[in-house]
């Protein structure tokens, strides 16, 4: 049960896009379209943004986007905004349990 | 709307117990699978243990597999988690989330604000 990785930080302008990578591997991210990704403001509870790869919740604005390929998918942030900065997880399912990804934390320039 | 409230943590020794409970509302509870997700004091997500909807499929980490028990109570809206054998790297804010399907997943769609669990003597 490892960690999926992510890269620890990414940053980017206001209006420009940002991808956040997950990789996995063929028992996690790569066996199943079930990746899921949350954001995580500094004292909040996680709010799910993407699920099964590249699904949107009502109210999460098509500014964000996933996709998978292989073992490694991914998270994209178009039109960056300030309220964007946060702590970004992937999430994968792994048919007996649940990996999360270390995190990575979004820095709005 | 939906709400999830964490209750049952605290300051507990290494080596002893503790139960952990959610309780849920503004959704039909026995049509989805619940989790409990822990948070280090300032480290990333980890998913500790997932139950379905009838209790008929369980997981749990391998860090808590033997020491930590989920269960559910769907007359009484609520979810659980037995916690024994304490360890300081237990140590952690406890989150319980819903799931978006029946069957334990990863789509966890709403969280509670979390619970506290610190393990020190």
Not at chain 1, 37 to 64: C, E, N, T
Request: proline share 3%; with cysteine; aromatic share 10%.
């Amino acid at each position: 049960q490892s960690a999926l990785t992510q890269p620890r930080s990414v940053s980017g302008s206001p209006g420009q896009s940002v991808t956040i990578s997950c990789t996995g591997t063929s028992s996690d991210v790569g066996g199943y379209n079930y990746v899921s990704w949350y954001q995580q403001h500094p004292g909040k509870a996680p709010k799910l943004m993407i699920y099964d790869v590249s699904k949107r919740p009502s109210g999460v604005p098509d500014r964000f986007s996933g996709s998978k390929s292989g073992n490694t998918a991914s998270l994209t942030i178009s039109g960056l905004q300030a309220e964007d900065e946060a702590d970004y997880y992937c999430c994968s399912y792994a048919g007996s349990h649940v990996v999360f990804g270390g995190g990575t934390k979004l820095t709005v320039l | 709307e939906v709400q999830l409230v964490e209750s049952g943590g605290g300051l507990v020794q290494p080596g002893r117990s503790l139960r952990l409970s959610c309780a849920a509302s503004g959704f039909t509870f026995d049509d989805y699978a619940m989790h409990w997700v822990r948070q280090a004091p300032g480290k990333g997500l980890e998913w500790v243990s997932g139950i379905s909807w009838n209790s008929g499929s369980i997981g749990y980490a391998d860090s808590v597999k033997g020491r930590f028990t989920i269960s559910r109570d769907n007359a009484k809206n609520s979810l659980y988690l037995q916690m024994n054998s304490l360890r300081a790297e237990d140590t952690a804010l406890y989150y319980c989330a819903k799931d978006m399907r029946a069957v334990a997943g990863q789509d966890f769609d709403y969280w509670g604000q979390g619970t506290l669990v610190t393990v020190s003597s």
